[in-house]
């Protein structure tokens, strides 16, 4: 994983700017973190098999991801343990 994606993360899981993560950012780190993705629509849909959770993401019109979409993100690479080792 690189530095981009270890700035997301650490973003992503200061939980400061929830609001100000672009969507295409919350994507790649879900795919570097070994998510597989669907797409149906503006739909985009991650799984991975050892987690329980599905991950359903959409961008805002401004190319942002939606700040309850990042939350639930967050909790679940704390819940997994996701950001260790990265």
């Known amino acids: 994983m690189g530095d981009m994606a270890k ?7 200061s939980g400061l700017s929830d609001q100000n993560i672009r969507f295409e950012d919350l ?3 879900l795919l570097s ?3 597989d993705e669907r ?7 991650l799984t991975k098999s050892d987690i329980i959770e599905i991950i359903n ?3 805002l019109r401004n190319g942002k991801a ?10 679940i690479i704390l ?4 950001h260790k080792g990265v």
């Open 7 to 13: 700035k997301i993360i650490d973003k992503v899981l």
């Open 27 to 29: 994507r790649k780190l």
């Open 33 to 35: 973190l070994g998510f």
């Open 39 to 45: 797409i149906k629509g503006d739909h985009h849909i």
């Open 57 to 59: 993401i959409q961008p």
């Open 66 to 75: 939606k700040a309850y979409q990042v939350k639930q993100v967050r909790n």
């Open 79 to 82: 819940k997994y343990k996701l």
